[in-house]
């Protein structure tokens, strides 16, 4: 089956502590996003990369990193300079055109204690 | 800048009934816009998506949305609503020439038996 995978769906850290989520897809999409999810916030764009080994920052990259050394993957590090890291993340890629549609994966739940 | 907005964060309709959930976009024309739908705890799927081809556009789950360019406009509707269409529904048009998307902050559709 393709499609985009998301690991774990739960994750609970404490403050201070980096966590890693996980982003794979097999789709064999040339780029892949991260967006953060608040309630009644919509989507908000963390950081994206449109080629391996290349990555730009998005509307919200501060606190957040990541890294693209494979064209299927795409992991997203939560640091502990991430002011409130409490949200539901959401990975997705998209095919080589501008007018390609995205697909999201099932999403990860990060709650800091 | 381009922006979108979905009016009504909250839509309740008895089931049967029509349903509509709006969308505007505020900038230049786009070539093409989505909506996407997310049941709870999970990821964005793609219901429809317009890409100047037509202006009506026809998506999964019963669901048709008219592009009205003198309205600036997308609304998504849908004649009879059912139980299971109770979700949160985003619009979502591209920002820039490498495909970003700037969603909208969401309209949560419920459904009354």
């Known amino acids: 089956d393709g499609g985009i995978t998301q690991s774990p769906k739960y994750l609970f850290r404490k403050e201070g502590q980096n966590v890693t989520l996980s982003c794979e897809q097999n789709?064999?999409?040339?780029?892949m996003y991260w967006y953060r999810q608040d309630p009644g916030q919509g989507l908000r764009l963390i950081y994206y990369?449109?080629?391996?080994?290349?990555?730009q920052k998005g509307d919200i990259a501060e606190g957040y990193s990541v890294s693209r050394e494979k064209k299927e993957s795409f992991p997203l590090t939560v640091t502990s300079a991430q002011k409130n890291p409490t949200a539901f993340y959401l990975c997705a890629s998209k095919g080589g055109l501008s007018t390609d549609t995205q697909y999201f994966g099932p999403g990860t739940r990060l709650t800091v204690l | 800048a381009q922006s979108v907005t979905q009016l009504g964060s909250h839509v309740s309709v008895s089931e049967g009934a029509l349903v509509l959930l709006r969308c505007n976009y505020s900038?230049?024309?786009?070539?093409?816009l989505f909506w996407y739908v997310q049941y709870p705890n999970q990821g964005l799927q793609l219901l429809l998506k317009?890409?100047?081809?037509?202006?009506l556009v026809k998506g999964i789950n019963g669901f048709e949305a008219e592009f009205k360019k003198s309205e600036t406009s997308f609304h998504l509707t849908k004649p009879s609503a059912h139980m299971s269409d109770a979700a949160e529904y985003f619009c979502a048009v591209p920002l820039g020439s490498q495909g970003n998307l700037i969603f909208g902050k969401g309209t949560k559709l419920s459904v009354k038996p």
């Open positions: 317009y890409t100047s081809a037509a202006t």
């Open positions: 900038s230049s024309v786009p070539p093409y």
């Open positions: 990369s449109q080629i391996v080994n290349d990555f």
């Open positions: 789709l064999n999409h040339d780029a």
